[in-house]
Nanobody, 122 residues
Framework: QLQASGGGLVQAGGSLRLSCAAS????????MGWFRQAPGRERDFVAA????????KYGDSVSGRFTISKDSAKNAVYLHMNSLEPEDTAVYYC?????????????????WGQGTQVTVSS
């Protein structure tokens, strides 16, 4: 089970850190991903961290502003979001999947958290 938290309201240019805590899942054997879904839009890929190679991948719109990281001791994954823009407003979901090279599609993930709302005001 995955539990996402850390969302909130922030002004444009600000920062937030989202957390994804796992229970019953050892995140050291899962590729972890973050997706987001704005109203009326598809759930889009944001970032992923391979459990095997430790490589990171980012969506084009967040590359250079967002960073995914993992704390193995806490069995948690984080999404550090900087230079936030109103276009980043969405519900953010964390997910865990079994693949180490497939990580940017929703079908690559088996487990999903409940989502946390991020709202960026202009």
């Amino acid at each position: 089970q995955l539990q996402a938290s850390g969302g909130g309201l922030v002004q444009a240019g600000g920062s937030l850190r989202l957390s994804c805590a796992a229970s019953g899942l050892n995140l050291n054997i899962y590729t972890m991903g973050w997706f987001r879904q704005a109203p009326g839009r598809e759930r889009d890929f944001v970032a992923a961290l391979s459990y095997r190679t430790h490589k990171k991948k980012y969506g084009d719109s967040v590359s250079g502003r967002f960073t995914i990281s993992k704390d193995s001791a806490k069995n948690a994954v984080y999404l550090h979001m900087n230079s936030l823009e109103p276009e980043d407003t969405a519900v953010y979901y964390c997910a865990a999947g079994p693949y180490d090279t497939r990580w940017s599609e929703k079908r690559d993930y088996d487990y999903w958290g409940q989502g946390t709302q991020v709202t960026v005001s202009s």
